[in-house]
């Protein structure tokens, strides 16, 4: 029994109040058990429900700290100091060949029967006499009635909830309650038969391996419940998607569900059971083939670690991308695009949130739609999918967010994520490279006649091979941004129905004109020929109007002459050098799109905010090596570049404000990587093995500039509303 706490009581630990309402129950569950009476049970029999709630209290801490490493060190002394753990029964589950004690009374070889012996429990089954019933008499153990674990709804946990389930429909099986429904029942009748409900097995095995010599072992499950528990437990079999309503029929008329008959299959193969109307049962129904196992904890009931989200999420999304209808194989997807933190867009797979409801209840051992709700909540914390369009919450008949603390999630994950009911999710290229193994190694290649994988770019150039995914780092969402050299809003030959990237871009982009330091020059690529004014004229500055929207950062960053008023206002709040390091990284990023179509001649020095612009990449038809090779090739240029570009704003610390320390940290490690290493390359084509390893710190070094560029872009959000106050005056 936990000691009692008193103003004198040391104060518990951190991270007591978060597992103290289940200790709180185990006490309430204590004192019922210490106040039931024991009339007419013997003087052993009156001490099972109190041994059995000990047990479970101390499997519950144990588990805690040595399974899960959910509480620390000074938690677990302090709760085994108080009372609440057996220290001597949690000893021994640490040694080998004891890890499912039952009590320590069982091994003590003292005061039995037989002496130097243990207790009848500590017997393997294999060395029982058959035909046999043993009880222990400290423990019951192998008494076939046992008092079931509930989780916090009040309900049996997922474990003794299909027991229960199996041992109804196999015992309705064998006499149909009602003879108009062909193998279906009505909702009261199995209430009324779960409210005394029995099952009986009896195996007949041969004796020393003779087989003309048999014998018989009976097993015997029995259930014992009032009726509104049992009304209760059924309700919750419907909610679990084990029974299903049949469709024009009067009254609550229900029948197993595949993922039912799938429990059901699975336990009478696993007990050897072989009768008649079990196999009627499943050889009618439709069963399901295959179903995702849950693995949870025994006590409380909750799914254990983000490894089991991660094998969910693997079967729901499936080996192929699309699929009109859902099976065990997968979800419904549908193909759609998204758009990535730089603005690019990609091609990818997205699914209704309805449909991925349905599918986990219909195709996991998830017990109730909550839980689906939450598995998916995980899935968007982890970065795999996300929703399409912001929904409202208060619009959702649903809203579930979970919370995971830093020290219990992997490096790189967020917080928490929110499942909102009713909204549409797409694929990330996060998740598609953990659904569909994605790798850089073995990089998908198709030509313009193949259709295109998920992830792929939806605007890049055709004509020539497409690299379609990106290469496997933790936040190669934002390499994509320079793959295959995203086009201008004003290209021609988009996909048909496919709306413009500067519609929707939060990001633009951008891309710098090498060679044109000052504003009013004249740039030549290839057979076009532009002044910055001619292609300022095409990019013109929002006329006011009263319908029109308010500019945005993407507007005012896009936009030349916009641009640099910003960075005039931004000069007189003393913040100009945030605009000039966004475009400065910027310009390092439109150099490596250059040199993907091997239009990269030479590094040049100017202002950034005046040099750079929107401007389509230069179209040099059908290069003669793929993008990687051509920048491998073309990596002196780049790493100048750098030098250039990123160099300075790594010795200034006038940004430090608004980038965090750990980003510029992995911004110049990646930094010195890439133009430290010595990476020699011949003017030809090179080989494979030094090309990907030259593309692979490139492009830890254009995710790390992405990020600082992302936190630029959020820095700047905030004069930006200045500006554009500020104008709005001066119009005035």
Same mark, same amino acid.
């Given at each position: 029994?936990?000691?009692? +706490?008193?103003?004198?009581?040391?104060?518990?630990?951190?991270?007591?109040?978060?597992?103290?309402?289940?200790?709180?129950?185990?006490?309430?569950?204590?004192?019922?058990?210490?106040?039931?009476?024991?009339?007419? $049970?013997?003087?052993?029999?009156?001490?099972?429900?109190?041994?059995?709630?000990?047990? *479970?209290?101390? /499997?519950?801490?144990?588990?805690? !700290?040595?399974?899960?490493?959910?509480?620390?060190?000074?938690?677990?002394?302090?709760?085994?100091?108080?009372?609440?753990?057996?220290?001597?029964?949690?000893?021994?589950?640490?040694?080998?060949?004891?890890?499912?004690?039952?009590?320590?009374?069982?091994?003590?070889?003292?005061?039995?029967?037989?002496?130097?012996?243990?207790?009848?429990?500590?017997?393997?089954?294999?060395?029982?006499?058959?035909?046999?019933?043993?009880?222990?008499?400290?423990?019951?153990?192998?008494?076939?009635?046992?008092?079931?674990?509930?989780?916090?709804?009040?309900?049996?946990?997922?474990?003794?909830?299909?027991?229960?389930?199996?041992?109804?429909?196999?015992?309705?099986?064998?006499?149909?309650?009602?003879?108009?429904?062909?193998?279906?029942?009505?909702?009261?009748?199995?209430?009324?038969?779960?409210?005394?409900?029995?099952?009986?097995?009896?195996?007949?095995?041969?004796?020393?391996?003779?087989?003309?010599?048999?014998?018989?072992?009976?097993?015997?499950?029995?259930?014992?419940?009032?009726?509104?528990?049992?009304?209760?437990?059924?309700?919750?079999?419907?909610?679990?998607?084990?029974?299903?309503?049949?469709?024009?029929?009067?009254?609550?008329? !229900?029948?197993?569900?595949?993922?039912?008959?799938?429990?059901?299959?699975?336990?009478?193969?696993?007990?050897?059971?072989?009768? +008649?109307?079990?196999?009627?049962?499943?050889?009618?129904?439709?069963?399901?083939? $295959?179903?995702?196992?849950?693995?949870?904890?025994?006590?409380?009931?909750?799914?254990?670690?983000?490894?089991?989200?991660?094998?969910?999420?693997?079967?729901?999304?499936?080996?192929?991308?699309?699929?009109?209808?859902?099976?065990?194989?997968?979800?419904?997807?549908?193909?759609?695009?998204?758009?990535?933190?730089?603005?690019?867009?990609?091609? @990818?797979?997205?699914?209704?949130?309805?449909?991925?409801?349905?599918?986990?209840?219909?195709?996991?051992?998830?017990?109730?739609?909550?839980?689906?709700?939450?598995?998916?909540?995980? *899935?968007?914390?982890?970065?795999?999918?996300?929703?399409?369009?912001?929904?409202?919450?208060?619009?959702?008949?649903?809203?579930?967010?979970?919370?995971?603390?830093?020290?219990?999630?992997?490096?790189?994950?967020?917080?928490?994520?929110?499942?909102?009911?009713?909204?549409? !999710?797409?694929?990330?290229?996060?998740?598609?490279?953990?659904?569909?193994?994605?790798?850089?190694?073995?990089?998908?290649?198709?030509?313009?006649?193949?259709? +295109?994988?998920?992830?792929?770019?939806?605007?890049?150039?055709?004509?020539?091979?497409?690299?379609?995914?990106?290469? /496997?780092?933790?936040?190669?969402?934002?390499?994509?941004?320079?793959?295959?050299?995203?086009?201008?809003?004003?290209? $021609?030959?988009?996909?048909?129905?496919?709306?413009?990237?500067?519609?929707?871009?939060?990001?633009?982009?951008?891309?710098?004109?090498?060679?044109?330091?000052?504003?009013?020059?004249?740039?030549?690529?290839?057979?076009?020929?532009?002044?910055?004014?001619?292609?300022?004229?095409?990019?013109?500055?929002?006329?006011?109007?009263?319908?029109?929207?308010?500019?945005?950062?993407?507007?005012?960053?896009? @936009?030349?002459?916009?641009?640099?008023?910003?960075?005039?206002?931004?000069?007189?709040?003393?913040?100009?050098?945030?605009?000039?390091?966004?475009?400065?990284?910027?310009?390092?990023?439109?150099?490596?799109?250059?040199?993907?179509?091997?239009?990269?001649?030479?590094?040049?020095?100017?202002?950034?905010?005046?040099?750079?612009?929107?401007?389509?990449?230069?179209?040099?038809?059908?290069?003669?090596?793929?993008?990687?090779?051509? +920048?491998?090739?073309?990596?002196?240029?780049?790493?100048?570049?750098?030098?250039?570009?990123?160099?300075?704003?790594? @010795? @200034?610390?006038?940004?430090?404000?608004?980038?965090?320390?750990?980003?510029?940290? /992995?911004?110049?490690?990646?930094?010195?990587?890439?133009?430290?290493?010595?990476?020699?390359?011949?003017?030809?084509?090179?080989?494979?093995?030094?090309? /990907?390893?030259?593309?692979?710190?490139?492009?830890?070094?254009?995710?790390?500039?992405?990020?600082?560029?992302?936190?630029?872009?959020?820095?700047?959000?905030?004069?930006?509303?200045?500006?554009?106050?500020?104008?709005?005056?001066?119009? $005035?």
């Amino acid at each position: 029994m936990p000691r009692i +706490r008193t103003t004198r009581t040391k104060a518990p630990p951190e991270g007591f109040e978060e597992i103290e309402p289940i200790l709180d129950e185990y006490e309430m569950k204590m004192r019922d058990a210490e106040n039931e009476s024991h009339e007419g $049970k013997r003087k052993a029999e009156a001490l099972w429900p109190i041994l059995r709630i000990t047990h *479970m209290r101390s /499997r519950y801490i144990y588990d805690l !700290y040595y399974k899960r490493e959910a509480i620390s060190r000074e938690l677990y002394d302090w709760l085994v100091d108080q009372g609440y753990a057996d220290s001597s029964l949690i000893a021994k589950w640490k040694r080998a060949g004891y890890e499912k004690l039952c009590c320590v009374r069982c091994i003590q070889t003292r005061d039995m029967n037989y002496q130097g012996s243990t207790c009848i429990c500590r017997v393997p089954k294999a060395q029982l006499r058959p035909g046999t019933l043993v009880e222990c008499v400290h423990c019951v153990q192998y008494n076939e009635q046992w008092m079931m674990h509930l989780n916090r709804d009040g309900l049996p946990v997922c474990r003794d909830l299909h027991g229960l389930f199996t041992t109804m429909i196999i015992s309705i099986s064998d006499r149909w309650p009602d003879w108009r429904y062909q193998l279906a029942f009505v909702l009261a009748a199995a209430v009324q038969r779960m409210q005394a409900l029995q099952f009986v097995q009896i195996v007949r095995d041969s004796v020393g391996g003779m087989h003309n010599m048999l014998s018989l072992s009976q097993t015997k499950t029995s259930f014992i419940m009032n009726s509104d528990t049992a009304w209760q437990i059924c309700n919750a079999f419907v909610n679990a998607h084990l029974l299903q309503k049949i469709p024009h029929a009067d009254g609550d008329v !229900y029948s197993p569900t595949p993922k039912g008959l799938h429990l059901v299959d699975r336990f009478v193969t696993r007990h050897g059971i072989a009768t +008649r109307s079990v196999s009627n049962l499943l050889n009618i129904h439709e069963v399901c083939d $295959k179903l995702v196992l849950m693995e949870r904890d025994d006590q409380d009931d909750i799914i254990l670690s983000d490894g089991v989200v991660r094998i969910v999420y693997h079967r729901m999304v499936g080996l192929s991308p699309y699929r009109d209808e859902s099976s065990s194989l997968g979800v419904i997807l549908r193909r759609s695009f998204a758009f990535e933190q730089g603005g690019q867009a990609y091609e @990818t797979s997205s699914f209704t949130s309805e449909h991925a409801l349905a599918w986990l209840l219909n195709y996991t051992t998830l017990v109730n739609v909550d839980e689906a709700a939450a598995l998916i909540a995980h *899935m968007i914390r982890l970065g795999w999918i996300e929703p399409e369009n912001v929904m409202a919450p208060s619009k959702s008949p649903r809203v579930v967010t979970v919370r995971v603390d830093a020290e219990l999630r992997p490096e790189g994950t967020a917080e928490e994520g929110t499942f909102v009911q009713g909204e549409d !999710y797409h694929i990330t290229e996060l998740g598609a490279t953990v659904a569909w193994h994605v790798d850089w190694d073995n990089p998908i290649i198709t030509s313009d006649n193949e259709p +295109r994988p998920p992830t792929s770019m939806s605007d890049a150039q055709r004509g020539h091979e497409t690299r379609f995914v990106s290469p /496997r780092l933790d936040e190669f969402e934002l390499y994509n941004a320079y793959t295959n050299a995203s086009a201008s809003p004003l290209r $021609k030959g988009r996909s048909e129905g496919f709306t413009p990237l500067a519609a929707f871009s939060p990001f633009p982009n951008f891309t710098s004109l090498i060679d044109t330091p000052k504003l009013g020059e004249t740039e030549t690529h290839g057979a076009s020929t532009r002044t910055d004014q001619e292609y300022a004229a095409q990019c013109p500055e929002p006329a006011p109007s009263d319908e029109q929207k308010p500019i945005s950062l993407h507007d005012i960053l896009q @936009t030349p002459s916009l641009r640099v008023a910003f960075g005039g206002f931004l000069t007189s709040v003393n913040k100009h050098i945030l605009l000039k390091s966004w475009c400065t990284l910027e310009w390092f990023r439109y150099d490596c799109r250059l040199a993907s179509c091997g239009a990269l001649s030479q590094i040049t020095r100017g202002d950034p905010i005046e040099t750079l612009f929107s401007a389509p990449l230069p179209e040099n038809g059908k290069p003669a090596m793929s993008a990687p090779m051509m +920048r491998a090739v073309q990596r002196p240029l780049l790493e100048e570049s750098a030098r250039v570009h990123i160099g300075p704003f790594l @010795t @200034t610390n006038h940004h430090a404000p608004v980038v965090q320390l750990s980003t510029l940290e /992995r911004l110049s490690e990646a930094y010195a990587t890439y133009t430290q290493t010595a990476h020699p390359m011949p003017a030809i084509e090179p080989d494979t093995e030094s090309a /990907r390893e030259s593309e692979s710190q490139l492009a830890q070094l254009l995710v790390q500039s992405a990020a600082a560029q992302k936190e630029l872009y959020h820095g700047l959000q905030g004069p930006k509303k200045a500006f554009i106050a500020a104008r709005a005056e001066s119009a $005035k």
